[in-house]
């Protein structure tokens, strides 16, 4: 689950960076469009998909706390409950192997009753078979509280994976609903089409005889390269700071 929802952020973030490569293209378009009407469109559409790139970074922000939450519990609860119910078994097999212990030690008690023969360890005090009940009792306990947090850990991490899971899922399934909406009453108002643009009328980059003009020409194109440049500067910085929503649960 958490693979796979990383990998549709993922995308999410892949589109908002198209969305926004869109938007400053057709912005570049309006402002060099010498129609007003046009430009005004190229403009509005744009920005369209300037606020659609936003709207997809909010998601990724909204969502990136659930993917948080899910890896804690797939990296630490459910590693530590497994870590106890291995402590658990450890204090099971000890305990089992007192109680053992003990079995043979009374039978062999019985067996040598039977032959009526003495049995060295009884006659000197029996202090072995003593030690083995004490230590059988520790083990006992131990292995009971054992027991006790294992049934308390697995019912917590029940709870949590029916409880938590649903409302991280439904935290997810809305975030995505409300982008979705967000992008489409966007577009709804970004109709601009059809787009009326007459060729035939210069551009801001018109073609000159004299040698005046070009060297203008050249001023304006390097002053272009200059705003271009600027624009991807700027796409540089924000990928950086969006970039961080990506790690998501590292």
Do not use: W
């Not at 970004?190 to 060297?215: C, H, K, Q, S, W």
């Amino acid at each position: 689950l958490i693979e796979h929802t990383r990998a549709v952020l993922k995308a999410i973030f892949e589109l908002a960076h198209t969305h926004r490569n869109f938007g400053d293209a057709f912005a570049n378009i309006g402002a060099r469009e010498p129609q007003f009407k046009a430009s005004e469109a190229f403009t509005k559409f744009g920005e369209a998909h300037r606020l659609i790139d936003k709207h997809a970074i909010t998601l990724l922000r909204t969502v990136k706390p659930m993917i948080a939450d899910l890896n804690t519990y797939l990296t630490k609860a459910i590693p530590d409950t497994k870590l106890t119910i291995e402590k658990y078994a450890d204090a099971k097999f000890e305990y089992l192997s007192y109680c053992l212990k003990v079995k043979e030690m009374d039978d062999e008690e019985c067996s040598y009753a039977a032959l009526q023969e003495p049995l060295y360890r009884v006659e000197t005090g029996n202090y072995e078979y003593r030690l083995i009940l004490r230590c059988r009792q520790l083990a006992r306990e131990r292995f009971a509280r054992m027991r006790t947090d294992v049934q308390v850990k697995l019912e917590l991490l029940d709870q949590k994976h029916v409880q938590d899971i649903v409302f991280q899922l439904h935290r997810f399934i809305t975030a995505l609903d409300k982008y979705h909406k967000d992008c489409n009453d966007v577009m709804k108002e970004a109709d601009i089409f059809p787009i009326e643009v007459d060729l035939t009328l210069p551009t801001l980059r018109g073609i000159a005889n004299d040698d005046g003009d070009d060297m203008d020409d050249e001023e304006n194109d390097s002053g272009y390269l200059n705003d271009d440049q600027q624009d991807i500067m700027s796409n540089q910085q924000q990928t950086v700071k969006d970039v961080d929503l990506l790690n998501i649960g590292q």
